[in-house]
């Protein structure tokens, strides 16, 4: 069966034999119900789509692979995404300008490559380990998200990694985001109020008209960065964090010392 012969006839049980065989589903139109109690791991699905304000409830989607997929306004809920990978996948539907939403969902381990992201929140998901490459996340909200872990009696440390990401009026209040890895990125006018980003590193990234009230910058790197009019004394802390020496007069005149070249 060629991928145009699947796309024109899949069914409910064609689906089902496709996942027997191992083979990728491609070029399919599916449905959020036929994944349920299926063993998705490493299957690969490739240009495929769901209807817009698709449902995945419980589902358990570890493992997977997914890429050139639209989920428009998609809504997660207690699902499993352990370790499951997403490249060039669309989460964002235009004809409603509305975003996905992931709620009480398990994102250990995932990757998102190249995906539009816009407009989605994620209330309550586990994100340790996450990363996001490439993404689209303008308006996105992580509030309330868990970077950590607990293993055994022991609490692991919050790891999360952000790269070339647009994160501009993004919600990211309220944060454990210690060491975590958020280069390249826009934080335009995002709200980083009351979010720990010990030693993180941040360099080159823009913080211009960012909401930083309490934010805690203790070590955190950001040489190359873009930090606006940021104000010292409106950060939670600051001692140990790195700098270029081209940024200083900025921070500076946000103290109200004003720099006179020499």
């Keep these: 069966m060629t991928p145009s012969d699947i796309s024109d006839a899949l069914t409910f049980k064609t689906f089902s034999a496709l996942l027997q065989s191992g083979k990728p589903i ?52 207690s699902c499993d995404l352990r370790e499951a990978k997403f490249e060039n996948c669309g989460f964002y539907y235009a004809d409603t300008r509305g975003g996905s939403c992931f709620r009480h969902t398990d994102l250990s381990d995932v990757e998102f490559h190249n995906c539009d992201l816009r407009l989605t929140i994620f209330p309550y998901s586990e994100m340790f380990c996450i990363a996001f490459q490439n993404c689209r996340l303008t308006g996105a909200s992580l509030e309330g998200c868990d970077f950590g872990k607990v293993a055994g009696k022991h609490a692991l440390k919050p790891r999360a990694t952000f790269s070339d990401c647009q994160l501009n009026y993004a919600t990211l209040s309220d944060l454990d985001l210690e060491e975590c890895i958020m280069t390249d990125c826009d934080l335009t006018s995002s709200n980083l109020t009351n979010t720990n980003l010990t030693n993180a590193d941040l360099k080159r990234t823009t913080l211009s008209d960012a909401e930083t009230d309490d934010l805690d910058l203790t070590y955190a790197d950001l040489r190359g960065a873009n930090l606006g009019a940021m104000f010292l004394t409106s950060l939670r802390g600051y001692r140990g964090m790195v700098i270029s020496a081209s940024q200083q007069h900025l921070l500076l005149q946000g103290l109200g010392i004003k720099v006179d070249p020499d």
Excluded at 42 to 66: A, L
Aim: charge should be negative.
């Design 26 to 77: 491609e070029n399919a139109e599916l449905e959020a119900s036929w994944l349920e109690g299926k063993d998705l791991r490493e299957v690969v699905f490739r240009n495929c789509s769901f209807e817009p304000g698709s449902e995945f409830n419980g589902i358990d989607m570890r493992e997977s692979i997914w890429k050139d997929t639209q989920f428009p306004a998609g809504t997660f809920k």
